[in-house]
């Protein structure tokens, strides 16, 4: 697969709001396309492309942006992608990009290190997450200690 070009949301967005003025006042396709064209300064391909992912995107809100790629003869084309013409459309939605839960994101981040520094099994940020950004609290510095001394003596036991 070979990545053409791409459009931004505002670049469509403002693209949306041009073609609907344009339509609104009675202009032709192709008095709009060569109306489009003159604006936002495109040309040839690349305006037949922002036509193609305009219409792909006129009903969505939330997208980010449309990636515009051509696949190779005999490459099977990618699921998220829709085909129009010869070329494919990819929209990029914002659900795309949420963070993950806190309970996946150790395990998706790091591996078998857990995506924290120092090593399997040591280094300072190894353990359990502090319960509070400025540090323990009196309570969890008394309760450690208490449980260093209960090991100490486990320990010469």
Avoid: H
């Avoid at 997208?63 to 005999?74: C, D, M, N, P, T």
């Avoid at 839960?101 to 090593?119: D, H, Y």
């Amino acid at each position: 697969m070979k990545s053409i070009t791409e459009f931004s949301q505002p670049t469509l967005q403002k693209f949306l709001a041009a073609k609907a003025a344009l339509t609104a006042e009675g202009k032709t396709a192709e008095e709009t396309m060569a109306a489009i064209g003159e604006s936002m300064k495109l040309e040839g391909d690349k305006l037949k492309f922002i036509f193609a992912a305009g219409d792909l995107v006129v009903e969505q809100k939330a997208f980010k942006r449309v990636l515009v790629a051509s696949i190779a003869e005999g490459e099977a084309a990618p699921a998220k992608y829709t085909k129009v013409e010869d070329n494919y459309y990819m929209i990029e939605t914002m659900d795309m990009f949420k963070p993950m839960s806190a309970a996946a994101a150790p395990a998706a981040k790091g591996g078998a290190r857990g995506g924290q520094r120092g090593g399997p099994g040591g280094g300072k940020n190894s353990g359990a997450p502090k319960s509070s950004p400025w540090g323990a609290s009196p309570e969890e510095i008394a309760a450690k200690k208490k449980q260093s001394q209960l090991a100490a003596q486990a320990k010469k036991a």
